[in-house]
């Protein structure tokens, strides 16, 4: 759908789209990656393995470092690229330590509308040759992004006006997608309710968004919802009634979403501890995501750097929305024409989380624990393959099941863990005559996660939907 809007916007020229570079949240996992390199191939447009290889050997006799050309970009490492103008035009003298041999260090804060992104760049000057930008670290975490808050501050409005009117059904707007769909069932509501329900749903959403905008440059801001979003099904006797109106206060907003302003921090740190390196190494905060307008989140992110001015924190709101895009395309030039002299650093890259199954608990024997194969700030590409044997007692009957986890973390226990998420599970055939198994992994340019079992390929199959998980 995204290639053949851009053929339409471009169709009055001759255009032959084939290849494309893809941004994505830093957190995002072996199954996220394979779908969008799945639905590049799908759409015709080439992954470039072979030239990939190509502008990586001349790139890497030129400079004599290893640099990335794989198509999957980091969207931190892409507005790295894009904001080392805007550090020159505010800094210059920033430019002059480069030039002296000296290196910068940006943590890249990206709190966008689904994901939080963080990021520590180093970035280096090599003589004429150009600049390199080194990612020390990423860590990310794919649940506290704009969306989410918006779904607290709604939920916070619905509460409130359940209390004004004891018979709105707030769990029609805040139900998990599961629980709703149930209901739609056993209920047998029409086509017409289905989509009413849906429609209100948004009006709420778009209400609590536009409210966080207001409140990001505001005090307080006025709430007004009509009776046909709080009465859904049952618009009985409802005429002698008044809308629903409040106001909120940003103070009252900033406690509301004081666990993800918390989380942020958590992130941030997790970065630097990955990066490992000190606090007071960091020369500038750039903010690419709309969040960051926030005054709360963009407070908290500078107090933990206490040795950070004013004019080292970037936030230009206009450019929130281009500088990843903008970035890309930098990332891009090089492919064909050498005229960009900003590369991506490719020793540096880490994994921002490890892989691995769970195992009983040798302390308790019965609960599970988190069993790492691939630990977290792995390098990769990985120049060998990750071994894992499994033997006959890992084996019910002639198959081995694994359940696949990524944990951002260091913590094994999956109690109250909430760095660890389920990816999917393998069901392994095993022959009767030779019952074990070695699973191999190895990580590509793009991170894409490639697995054997006893040298043959296998999928992991992702997990179903959760019943709990949030209906943005």
Not at 6 to 29: C, D, E, G, M, W
Not at 339 to 354: A, M, Q, R, T, Y
Not at 402 to 409: A, D, T
Request: aromatic share 8%; proline share 3%; glycine share 6%.
């Amino acid at each position: 759908m995204l290639k053949k809007n851009i053929l339409r916007y471009l169709s009055k020229k001759y255009y032959h789209i084939k290849h494309a570079i893809i941004t994505v949240p830093t957190n995002f996992f072996h199954l996220q990656i394979e779908g969008i390199l799945d639905a590049c191939k799908a759409s015709g447009l080439d992954i470039e393995e072979e030239e990939v290889i190509k502008i990586e050997k001349r790139a890497n006799e030129k400079l004599g470092r290893e640099i990335n050309g794989g198509i999957i970009l980091d969207e931190p490492s892409a507005a790295a690229l894009y904001f080392l103008d805007a550090i020159k035009g505010i800094k210059p003298d920033a430019f002059d330590r480069l030039k002296k041999g000296n290196n910068l260090h940006m943590l890249i804060y990206d709190h966008g509308g689904g994901t939080l992104d963080v990021s520590v760049i180093k970035v280096e000057n090599i003589e004429d040759k150009g600049f390199l930008i080194n990612v020390l670290a990423n860590k990310g975490n794919n649940k506290i992004g704009g969306d989410s808050i918006d779904l607290v501050l709604m939920n916070d409005l619905l509460k409130k006006c359940k209390l004004q009117y004891p018979k709105f059904e707030k769990d029609l707007i805040s139900s998990t997608y599961n629980k709703l769909l149930m209901k739609r069932y056993k209920e047998e509501w029409s086509a017409e309710i289905w989509s009413n329900i849906l429609r209100v749903r948004g009006n709420w959403k778009k209400i609590a968004e536009q409210a966080k905008e207001d409140l990001s440059t505001k005090d307080n801001t006025s709430i007004n919802v009509d009776l046909s979003d709080i009465f859904i099904l049952d618009k009985k006797n409802i005429d002698h009634l008044k809308d629903f109106n409040i106001t909120i206060s940003r103070s009252t907003f900033e406690d509301l979403i004081g666990e993800i302003i918390k989380e942020s921090e958590y992130v941030i740190k997790g970065a630097i501890e990955l990066a490992n390196i000190s606090y007071d190494k960091i020369d500038f905060i750039i903010h690419t995501g709309r969040s960051s307008i926030i005054p709360a989140i963009k407070n908290r992110v500078t107090t933990i750097f206490p040795h950070i001015s004013e004019n080292q924190v970037i936030l230009h709101e206009e450019r929130l929305k281009i500088c990843v895009a903008k970035g890309a395309v930098m990332y891009a030039l090089p492919r064909n024409k050498n005229k960009n002299k900003v590369f991506i650093v490719d020793e540096g890259k880490k994994l921002p989380h490890s892989y691995g199954i769970d195992k009983p608990d040798e302390d308790t024997g019965t609960s599970l624990v988190y069993d790492e194969i691939i630990k977290i700030g792995t390098k990769y590409p990985t120049d060998n393959p990750i071994t894992k044997h499994f033997n006959k007692d890992d084996i019910e009957g002639n198959k081995l099941r694994l359940n696949f986890y990524q944990n951002s973390g260091k913590h094994k226990s999956f109690e109250n863990n909430r760095d660890i998420n389920k990816i999917g599970d393998v069901s392994i055939p095993i022959s009767e005559d030779k019952p074990e198994c070695v699973l191999k992994f190895e990580i590509n340019k793009n991170r894409k996660l490639a697995i054997t079992a006893n040298d043959k390929e296998i999928k992991i199959r992702p997990p179903k939907l959760d019943e709990n998980e949030e209906w943005m």
